[in-house]
T-cell receptor, first 111, second 116 residues
Framework: GEDVEQSLFLSVREGDSSVINCTYTDSSSTYLYWYKQEPGAGLQLLTYIFSNMDMKQDQRLTVLLNKKDKHLSLRIADTQTGDSAIYFCAESKGGSYIPTFGRGTSLIVHP | DTGVSQDPRHKITKRGQNVTFRCDPI?????LYWYRQTLGQGPEFLTY????????KSRLLSDRFSAERPKGSFSTLEIQRTEQGDSAMYLC??????????????FGPGTRLTVL
């Protein structure tokens, strides 16, 4: 199976919260990342979490990490149409600068 | 704009032709990365440079692929004898490097290659 797995699509109504989930297989993963990719653009790092943390909050974004279950989630509060994009989960191991990406979750925000 | 730039943005070529892409990183960044992204997939690592030294190459980087960063600034990625399976978005990223454990990569907009 894939090293990093995500559901492919998520549709939410504007103003609601979005939760994008990710699972990974490698227990030695040290850093876990969320990237955003808008159409025709490169990837933008949204946030990351170190594996000894279980939560990180940054404005409308909340990252939760369950290391035991190797599960990572990204919650976007008050989702806006401008949040419509593909969101990639990624992991890297200590000493490596190279993240392994999931296939991405396409977030569609409708009015 | 002082972000990562890539040229060209789109390239259409015939099978068997050679193509070369260019990446200009953020000026003070000493690490530069190349990724390939196909439709419906996340980026896959190809290779990375620290200054002019190519430090790591993925097994995805067949002998038809070569990358250079001759002066530690811009980089080129060349694909020889292109195949239809090479059709993808080629992404470049750069980072500051140094001793930070988390080395934030800034991505360019990519070069979309179509091999007919």
């Amino acid at each position: 199976g894939e090293d990093v797995e995500q559901s492919l699509f998520l549709s939410v109504r504007e103003g609601d919260s979005s939760v994008i989930n990710c699972t990974y297989t490698d227990s030695s993963s040290t850093y876990l990342y969320w990237y955003k990719q808008e159409p025709g653009a490169g990837l933008q790092l949204l946030t990351y979490i170190f594996s000894n943390m279980d939560m990180k909050q940054d404005q409308r974004l909340t990252v939760l990490l369950n290391k035991k279950d190797k599960h990572l989630s990204l919650r976007i509060a008050d989702t806006q149409t401008g949040d419509s994009a593909i969101y990639f989960c990624a992991e890297s191991k200590g000493g490596s600068y190279i993240p392994t990406f999931g296939r991405g979750t396409s977030l569609i925000v409708h009015p | 704009d002082t972000g990562v730039s890539q040229d060209p943005r789109h390239k259409i070529t015939k099978r068997g032709q050679n193509v070369t892409f260019r990446c200009d990183p953020i000026s003070e960044h000493n690490r530069l990365y190349w990724y390939r992204q196909t439709l419906g997939q996340g980026p896959e690592f190809l290779t990375y440079f620290q200054n002019e030294a190519q430090l790591e190459k993925s097994r995805l980087l067949s002998d038809r692929f070569s990358a250079e960063r001759p002066k530690g600034s811009f980089s080129t990625l060349e694909i020889q004898r292109t195949e239809q399976g090479d059709s993808a978005m080629y992404l470049c990223a750069s980072s500051f490097g140094g001793t930070s454990s988390t080395d934030t990569q800034y991505f360019g907009p990519g070069t979309r290659l179509t091999v007919l």
